[in-house]
Nanobody, 123 residues
Framework: RLAESGGGLVQTGGSLRLSCAASGRTFSPYVMGWFRQNPGSEREFVAAINWAADSMAYANSMKGRFTVSRDNAKNTLYLQMNNLKPEDTAMYYC??????????????????WGQGTQVTVSS
């Protein structure tokens, strides 16, 4: 099970740190990722990280503003989001992939998903 937390309401330019805690099994060997989605839109890739945390991938619009990290000892994935913009408003989901060893940008690569945490950025 994956459980996200840390979402909320923030003003433009603000920061949030999302967490994704894994329970019930260890996700240490897995690639972990963050996606986001708004109603009526497709799920959008945000960032992903491999198990060793030496390979990360980011969507272009998040580069330089978002940082993905993980603590395998705590079975937890993080997303530090800085300089938030209104267009970052969405439900954010964490996901785990057992298929790949390198970060994947495709939602189809991920086998396990959390329930999401809402991020709202006011202008």
């Amino acid at each position: 099970r994956l459980a996200e937390s840390g979402g909320g309401l923030v003003q433009t330019g603000g920061s949030l740190r999302l967490s994704c805690a894994a329970s019930g099994r260890t996700f240490s060997p897995y690639v972990m990722g963050w996606f986001r989605q708004n109603p009526g839109s497709e799920r959008e890739f945000v960032a992903a990280i491999n198990w060793a945390a030496d390979s990360m991938a980011y969507a272009n619009s998040m580069k330089g503003r978002f940082t993905v990290s993980r603590d395998n000892a705590k079975n937890t994935l993080y997303l530090q989001m800085n300089n938030l913009k209104p267009e970052d408003t969405a439900m954010y989901y964490c996901a785990a992939s057992q298929k790949y060893t390198l970060p994947s940008l495709s939602a189809r690569a991920y086998d396990y998903w959390g329930q999401g945490t809402q991020v709202t950025v006011s202008s």
